[in-house]
């Protein structure tokens, strides 16, 4: 094994003074880099009185920040190459994309902003709760 697909098997861990936990793990394989950002932010933490949430907030989340609507956010991922994913689970909702390492900080700006500045445009929470509900219904109405 090569020495530097050696060192890539060593993550650095680093929590930061805000309480944020960063895990790097360099290898000079790829040029690209994989972002994870994972807060405790799942079904687990909804109220009673509002089932659904964090798979709604999910879909919606990246429609849009104070200093973007969805159609920049778009615009600015498509140029660089880049998909932004953003999945809930019961205990997480977590944002992902993989970059150049060029692309990495303008890449991790827009990931923060969704992340940080949402304003849930309310058209497109209407839209996405409606797909919800139809996908819901479509469960329901299915025999297997």
Known sequence: MSSSLAAGLSPVRQTLNNGAVVIVQETSATPSVAINATFLAGS?????????????TSRVIDRGTTRRNAEAIAEQLDARGV???????????TFSSTCLGEDFAD???????????????????????????????QDDDNPA
């Open 83 to 93: 998909s932004l994913r953003i999945t809930a689970t019961p205990h997480t909702m």
């Open 107 to 137: 890449v991790l700006d827009i990931i923060v902003d969704v992340a940080r500045c949402p304003s849930f445009p309310e058209t497109e929470v209407d839209k996405r709760r409606a797909e919800s509900i139809t996908a819901i219904r």
């Open 44 to 56: 687990l933490y909804e109220s009673g009185h509002l089932p659904g949430l964090a798979y709604l």
